[in-house]
């Protein structure tokens, strides 16, 4: 018996060694110590031998049926810290999507300009969002008792002067910080350091103290246009812009001037454009007049002109400054500016 014990003893303790996982360990355990098992059946027998020897053999039988519990659960045990270590990587599982970001429509609108102008050989200009009153106005022909002025109502800043003091050299005249209400200021900032001819486009944020609405707000973009040189027209104007709208939407569309009044410009101009979507027939995005008001335009003033010491006898250009939201709400017809800038991503996840 004691013979036997000990040759169970090498087979049982060599077999848990080798065993590769829980589940071999669990069927050792029935095997052997599982009511039918053979260190069971080997308790069972003990019953049918001599005292004396079921003296000698029974407390073995019980060390031998504990070591070999102590040792499936150790085994156990290191099996299950394996596991705890191990990230769980299941290659079989299909690979989880990584939502990448998109451009906002007026992103994409804006980047659509910018691609359009320079194909055609204007360049992109940026000018600063925080602007003095003299190249807001002054320098654009709206001196500080000009009723034009009232055209745009201004975010004034607080400690504007205090901050102009030691800032640019011509705020110096002014002395007054605003939000910039519109991209013209950048006119005059670009001719102060560059000689004609050139052409330019600048897109820009600009701000209004204004009640908003569908079409309106406090905070929108705008794109200037600049080109000066020996002989520019408003022939070059009308071609220039006619040719932007038709990239831009990708087809002929007609467009209409009407005499309007800008200090900075002279004649000044009114840019409307055939209702994309009525095609100028009438409908409810055009208010049934069949052209949507898009722009301002013009012949640059002779003041500007000397303002930015060029002689106005030897040079003349056209300018003009559009809506980007209004652009964008006629591309992808959309109803009201103030969705730009909701933030609601059943809207913008629409782009
Ligand atoms: C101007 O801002 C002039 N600086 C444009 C200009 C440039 C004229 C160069 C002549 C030469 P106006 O205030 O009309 O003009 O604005 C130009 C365009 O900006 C409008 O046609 C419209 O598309 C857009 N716009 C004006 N106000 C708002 C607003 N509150 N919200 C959204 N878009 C606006």
Redesign the pocket.
């Known amino acids: 018996m004691i013979k036997k014990i000990e040759d169970l003893k090498l087979k049982i303790f060599k077999l848990i060694e080798d065993a590769a996982d829980v589940a071999a360990l669990e069927n050792l355990r029935v095997q052997y110590l599982g009511r039918k098992g053979e260190v069971t059946n080997l308790l069972k027998t003990l019953k049918d031998i001599s005292i004396e020897e079921r003296k000698k053999v029974g407390p073995q039988l019980q060390t031998f049926k504990k070591e070999i519990e102590l040792a499936l659960d150790d085994k156990v045990g290191k099996f299950m810290e394996i596991a705890a270590a191990a990230p769980e990587i299941d290659i079989t599982i299909p690979g989880k999507k990584i939502s990448v970001g998109h451009y906002h429509p007026l992103s994409i609108v804006e980047k659509d300009v910018r691609r359009i102008f320079k194909a055609m050989n204007f360049s992109v200009v940026e000018g600063p969002e925080i602007e003095s009153d003299y190249y807001n106005f002054d320098a654009l022909n709206i001196p500080k008792s000009h009723p034009a002025r009232d055209?745009?109502d201004t975010f004034w800043l607080q400690d504007g002067q205090k901050l102009a003091k030691g800032g640019d050299k011509l705020s110096a005249i002014s002395h007054k910080l605003l939000l910039r209400?519109?991209?013209?200021p950048v006119q005059m900032r670009y001719m102060e350091t560059h000689k004609p001819p050139f052409q330019i486009i600048v897109p820009g944020r600009v701000f209004?103290y204004?009640a908003t609405d569908a079409?309106?707000?406090?905070n929108?973009n705008?794109i200037?246009g600049l080109m000066v040189g020996k002989d520019v027209n408003l022939a070059n104007f009308k071609f220039v812009i006619q040719e932007f709208f038709k990239r831009l939407f990708g087809k002929n569309l007609e467009i209409r001037l009407r005499p309007s009044y800008?200090p900075?410009?002279e004649p000044?101009l009114e840019v409307d454009l055939q209702c994309v979507k009525c095609g100028g027939k009438g409908c409810n995005i055009c208010g049934n007049s069949g052209w949507l008001?898009?722009?301002?335009?013009?012949m640059v003033h002779p003041k500007v002109f000397e303002a930015a010491h060029y002689n106005p006898r030897e040079l003349q250009g056209f300018?003009?400054?559009?809506?980007l939201?209004?652009i964008a709400m006629i591309k992808y017809n959309i109803p009201d500016?103030r969705m730009f800038y909701s933030g609601d991503l059943r809207f913008i996840n629409q782009f």
């Open positions: 055209m745009w209400t519109h991209t013209s209004r204004e079409s309106h707000e406090t929108f705008q200037e800008f900075f410009v000044g008001e898009i722009m301002g335009a013009g300018a003009f400054g559009m809506g939201e209004r500016i």
